[in-house]
């Protein structure tokens, strides 16, 4: 499968963005902090498993991105809560 250059640096940003943004909203309507890694984490796994999906390179940096940003929600919101701020 061929991957446009420009495409894969759209999908690294907007799945970086989404999982931030999502685990970041999570965050401050449950109170937790790291439940949205364990659900963005089980989603990915439970998709490639259910759809026999052998990724690709392109898949697994894109998908890594998503992850990461889904901590980065994570870590952002536990700063803020470790500094006073409330959410929620």
Same mark, same amino acid.
Request: proline share 2%; charged share 10%.
């Given at each position: 499968?061929?991957?446009?250059?420009?495409?894969?640096?759209?999908? &690294? %940003?907007?799945?970086? !963005?989404?999982?931030?943004?999502?685990?970041?909203?999570?965050?401050? $309507?449950?109170? +937790?902090?790291? @439940?949205?890694?364990?659900?963005?984490?089980?989603? &990915? %796994?439970?998709?490639? !498993?259910?759809?026999?999906?052998?990724?690709?390179?392109?898949?697994? $940096?894109?998908? +890594?991105?998503? @992850?990461?940003?889904?901590?980065?929600?994570?870590?952002?919101?536990?700063?803020?809560?470790?500094?006073?701020?409330?959410?929620?």
């Amino acid at each position: 499968m061929n991957m446009n250059v420009l495409q894969f640096a759209v999908s &690294i %940003v907007l799945f970086a !963005v989404l999982g931030f943004g999502i685990g970041f909203i999570i965050n401050m $309507v449950l109170r +937790t902090t790291w @439940l949205p890694v364990v659900i963005a984490l089980g989603v &990915i %796994v439970g998709t490639l !498993v259910y759809n026999r999906i052998v990724p690709n390179v392109f898949d697994v $940096v894109i998908l +890594t991105c998503g @992850l990461l940003g889904t901590v980065g929600g994570g870590w952002t919101i536990h700063v803020l809560r470790k500094k006073g701020y409330r959410m929620f």
